[in-house]
């Protein structure tokens, strides 16, 4: 071989080497965001609330579930039986159960709740935009009901002196936090509303909101800077907002939508222990 034929040779390798490093480079984040996917963290943490009598009660809480394929059903089964290993006092559901209401996918609802059809709590439960969204809703809503809890729809429930207060979804228009009226409920009132940013509406006396629908940004960079956030967590997008016109906590939910992958923003599963102020 030539001097010229080897060094056109080396050069065909260096190029060839450099567009498998670059590939490698660009498949590696997609490979990350796919794993990541199925990454839970167990967030705990101890909220003292200027609002609140029931010193040491333990909310377990997850949102964002979106189980139609099999795969996102295993996720959220795994969601709830680490919410359950945690034995609070309430388990709460933030709604977004489906991503779309295709009949032949709705049991996958129930089947990632099972195991929750053991807990010796109350499992309590609102509907989020997707529900609504997702088309065959009465068929979507069978599902639901199906699973072991009690959906809230513009409704109360009172657990251990607890009130939880279930607000049906505001992106629909099916909202009516006129019903948490001061005086009526107890003290200690946690109200369960979907969307974040509709903290805004929701009554002073509220102890506690809890939400999720952002998803945490789902896709973030290093440091979990969301890159997008839906229509309605555009303010409040991640963790524990005190300042916010009610305290409010916003998890980062459980599922996907869009590509079943996330970045730089694992799911999570919230155990909040709640201390008076």
Known sequence: MSGKEAGTAATRRSVLKALGAGALCALAPLAYGDAATGWIEVERQELTLPRWDADGFKVGFIADLHANSFRQMEHAKRAAELVMAEKPDVILIGGDFVNHGDPARLAH??????????????????????????????????????????????????????????????????????????????????????????VDIVPAHVSLQLSGHSHG?????????????????????SGYYPEAPVPLYVTRGVGTTGPEMRTFCPPEVTILTLRGG
């Not at 251990?160 to 607000?167: E, K, M, R, S």
């Not at 800077?225 to 839906?230: D, G, Q, S």
């Open 109 to 198: 609802v129930g089947q990632s709740l099972e195991p929750l059809r053991d807990a010796k709590v109350p499992v309590l439960a609102v509907l989020g935009n997707h529900d609504y969204w997702a088309g065959y809703f009465e068929k979507t809503l069978a599902a639901i009901e199906s699973a072991p809890l009690k959906l809230l729809r513009n409704e109360a429930a009172d657990v251990q002196g607890v009130t939880i207060a279930g607000i049906d979804d505001a992106l629909n228009s099916m909202d009516r936090p006129g019903f948490i009226e001061e005086g009526r409920h107890s003290r200690s009132l946690i109200a369960l509303f979907h969307e974040p940013d509709f």
């Open 217 to 237: 940004g789902q896709v973030c960079l290093p440091g979990g800077f969301a890159l997008h956030t839906p229509l309605g967590a555009r303010r409040y997008i």
